[in-house]
């Protein structure tokens, strides 16, 4: 990463109403080092470095795949002209809620809009004086942390008359989710997609039922190629995506004819890992694309942190990371999935409980996708980890995602926005 590699960058997706990621919020920070550290780094500066980091040292591609980001901006910045120093058509300027709407800012809105840039009042909430900017700005984020939902219904008809997009923001629960569906929501942010849609009872079945057990092959005490090779034999589609997905696992080996043969020539990470690719990347396609996107990076995240010339923790970090999200998958509790493929104590026990090095580690990934900085600055400093490796590590795992989907064939068409 060129420039000040201290520098902190996560993005957070942004749906529309068919689950399909039309932006990113960039979450950011400037390092973890105690000597930069004031707790809550400010507005002013947060946004800053988002701005020099992302878009001026970084390929800002590599961030939001060619998509619009929404980046925070507070008073000084928003009427001082940073924002036209960034690309109109990937720039939406989130005006933050301690923005007080008064000639100034409406006339730097207008500025910008005129520019072509798009607007967003971040952290819409019930007699928010920033309403008096509908009619400057194209979407609203209600934040469905801190309002109800009689409140909600009023802001969401409010922002519609005025001709605004709504974007239902801190949306964590499938009942949220299903409430902005009600109201006309047009764009949603949170993590409700990392949630399971339990259905009690139920047992998984066909395509599934065989995918579980695929994976069951692989993270129990033993592996059983012939099985696993019977389990392709039946599944055609499987057997493909095992083909296609054989470059990124071991790249320096031409893919065998057969899958027997290519089962044979497989060292036992190797095909857990190819095998555990093909079952997740199956699962996520039946999910919104975050929930696939977030499994990916996490376990390539927890793997390069607890690498140490050491494949075999490199491979439990990599699975505690793909296990750790199986319950929104498979539309499980996680325990009861886990039941289900029998993975070793210690892994079942970072998944469920946090326990153990393996259980820190997931935690600082989990706290770092979030931007809740604090908390990866503790984890870090816990586990050892430089907080200057962190930033490049996430981009990387960003492209190795990105590459993967392109080879799987499970890379849909960015939609528009």
Not at 216 to 225: A, E, F, K, L, Y
């Amino acid at each position: 990463m060129p420039g000040s590699v201290d520098v902190l960058v996560a993005r957070q997706p942004i749906l529309n109403r068919d689950a399909d990621v039309v932006a990113y919020e960039l979450l950011a920070r400037r390092g973890l080092d105690a000597a930069s550290w004031d707790g809550l780094a400010d507005d002013s500066r947060t946004t800053a470095r988002i701005i020099g980091q992302a878009f001026l040292d970084m390929d800002v591609w590599s961030i939001t795949e060619g998509l619009p980001a929404f980046i925070n901006f507070p008073r000084d910045l928003l009427l001082d002209g940073t924002a036209e120093a960034l690309p109109s058509q990937l720039t939406v300027v989130e005006i933050l809620e301690t923005v007080v709407p008064d000639l100034a800012v409406r006339e730097a809105c207008e500025r910008l809009r005129a520019a072509g840039y798009r607007l967003a009042l971040d952290d819409v909430v019930a007699s928010d004086p920033r309403l008096t900017l509908l009619d400057a700005v194209d979407v609203a984020k209600i934040d469905f942390a801190t309002t109800t939902p009689e409140q909600r219904e009023r802001l969401v008809a409010r922002c519609h008359e005025a001709g605004v997009q709504v974007l239902a923001e801190k949306v964590e629960r499938r009942e949220q989710h299903d409430e902005a569906l009600r109201l006309g929501c047009d764009l949603f942010q949170g993590y409700f997609f990392q949630k399971p849609a339990v259905v009690g009872g139920r047992r998984p079945a066909g395509a599934r039922l065989l995918h579980l057990h695929l994976l069951r092959s692989v993270t129990g005490s033993g592996i059983d190629r012939d099985a696993i090779g019977n389990m392709l034999a039946r599944n055609p589609g499987a057997a493909d995506r095992f083909r296609r997905l054989w470059p990124t696992v071991v790249p320096s080996m031409p893919a065998p004819a057969t899958i027997r043969a290519a089962l044979e020539q497989l060292d036992h990470a190797a095909l857990v890992r190819l095998v555990t690719l093909l079952v997740v990347v199956w699962l996520g396609e039946q999910h919104p694309r975050p929930l696939l996107d977030t499994a990916l990076i996490r376990a390539r995240f927890c793997e390069l942190l607890v690498q140490r010339g050491d494949d075999g923790a490199a491979l439990d970090g990599y699975l505690v990371g793909l296990c750790s999200l199986l319950d929104a998958l498979v539309d499980e509790p996680l325990d009861a999935v886990l039941a289900r493929i029998r993975p070793s104590p210690v892994l079942a026990a970072a998944c469920l409980r946090g326990e153990g090095p393996l259980g820190a580690t997931l935690d600082l990934v989990r706290a770092y996708e979030h931007g809740e900085w604090s908390v990866v600055r503790e984890s870090s400093a816990a586990l050892g980890v430089g907080g200057a490796t962190l930033g490049p590590l996430y981009l990387e795992c960003l492209a190795w995602s990105r590459q993967l989907l392109h080879r799987a064939g499970a890379v849909k068409a960015t939609a528009g926005w």
